[in-house]
């Protein structure tokens, strides 16, 4: 189950086009990894919290960019949407920093738990588990570059007089870009979480539910 929702999950995203869609099942994808360390335990559990954490955070930033930026054009955001860094810039950047921050790119928040993931996962599969993993991960960078590339530093093709539905909040922009800088800062400083007193207790009393 914890291999289909991986690899599914990540060949279901870069199948997508609407880019709401596509954050949806990399949150599938990202399920997998998390079921994986609940297995694997041990390092695995502690890569699940971090995880867990980090999915929280970028996924609101994510969804909120893209959400601002709908708003800003009035139309559904998809890899036929281009140029958009010019018209929401700060969305843009949200989108970059959450996009590789969530993927596991460090210095971001997600780093710490997938590299804890991997090294469960591996420990508890072989090599085999560990290219199963190493191949979706591969599988949602490409899904997140693609949408990067395309949408957000791709050569405009809104018109000009494209009129804003909703006139975008400078508040909401700005909360969204703390969400994803905070993963960056996190992933820096990961002594700043109350995680370790909290991820020992939880470790042990999950431990010995899986001795029972």
């Not at 297995?39 to 971090?50: D, I, R």
């Not at 599969?125 to 979706?136: F, I």
Request: glycine content about 12%; overall charge positive; hydrophobic content about 55%.
């Amino acid at each position: 189950l914890a291999l289909a929702s991986l690899l599914g999950g990540a060949v279901l995203a870069l199948a997508q086009r609407d880019l709401k869609l596509m954050l949806a099942f990399s949150s599938v994808d990202d399920m997998g990894y998390l079921l994986l360390g609940l297995l694997a335990g041990g390092a695995g559990l502690s890569g699940t919290g971090y995880s867990l954490l980090s999915h929280a955070l970028c996924k609101a930033a994510l969804f909120g960019a893209v959400g601002i930026a709908e708003a800003r054009i009035g139309q559904p955001v998809t890899l036929d949407t281009r140029g958009l860094a010019a018209k929401v810039p700060v969305a843009s950047a949200t989108f970059m920093i959450g996009a590789f921050s969530f993927i596991g790119v460090p210095p971001g928040l997600g780093f710490i738990g997938h590299w804890r993931l991997y090294m469960a996962g591996t420990e508890m599969g072989g090599p085999a588990l560990a290219v199963c993993m190493y191949v979706a991960t591969a599988l949602a960078l490409l899904a997140y570059v693609r949408a990067i590339h395309r949408t957000w530093l791709g050569a405009g093709n809104l018109a000009e007089n494209t009129p804003a539905s909703v006139v975008t909040s400078r508040l909401a922009a700005g909360v969204v870009l703390v969400l994803a800088l905070s993963t960056v800062v996190l992933g820096v400083r990961p002594s700043l979480l109350p995680l370790s007193d909290s991820m020992a207790t939880h470790t042990a009393s999950i431990a010995a539910w899986r001795a029972r």
